[in-house]
């Protein structure tokens, strides 16, 4: 029986990533177009199904969370300031992983800065990101 319990939440973790990988490519896709609005929304989604994966397992799914907020942040660029505090959860949540979860969010907030006209942090977040990437 625990096994079948088992089962069940893999399939719906499972269920779960799908669900977020396709918001996000839609929402990646749609803002290259004129509906950056539907954009914004997929991606808040993916941000909430995302979420909802990471507390019930955050070792597995925080990545996925901290790829869904950069993504969400990257498409709000023409309002860093909205942008910012996203892109900051990214870096926070990915800070105790490292690797290549932290340089995306390091990326994704260098990016933030940047339109904000803070360009010395964003160098900062660059610097920080090249050595993570290096290990």
């Given at each position: ?51 909802q ?12 969370l ?61 610097a ?8």
């Amino acid at each position: 029986m625990a096994r079948n319990g088992f089962n069940e939440a893999a399939r719906r973790n499972a269920a779960g990533v799908e669900a977020v990988e396709g918001l996000l490519a839609y929402a990646q896709t749609q803002a290259r177009g004129t509906f950056g609005r539907g954009a914004v929304r997929s991606a808040r989604e993916a941000v909430a199904i995302s979420r909802q994966l990471a507390a019930r397992d955050p070792t597995e799914f925080i990545p996925l969370l901290s790829r869904s907020l950069c993504v969400h942040a990257r498409l709000l660029k023409r309002r860093p300031a909205e942008a910012l505090p996203i892109a900051e959860e990214a870096v926070m949540l990915t800070r105790a992983i490292g690797g290549g979860p932290l340089v995306l969010a390091l990326s994704c907030l260098a990016d933030v800065l940047t339109a904000l006209g803070r360009h010395g942090e964003a160098e900062a977040a660059i610097a920080e990101a090249d050595k993570a990437a290096r290990g």
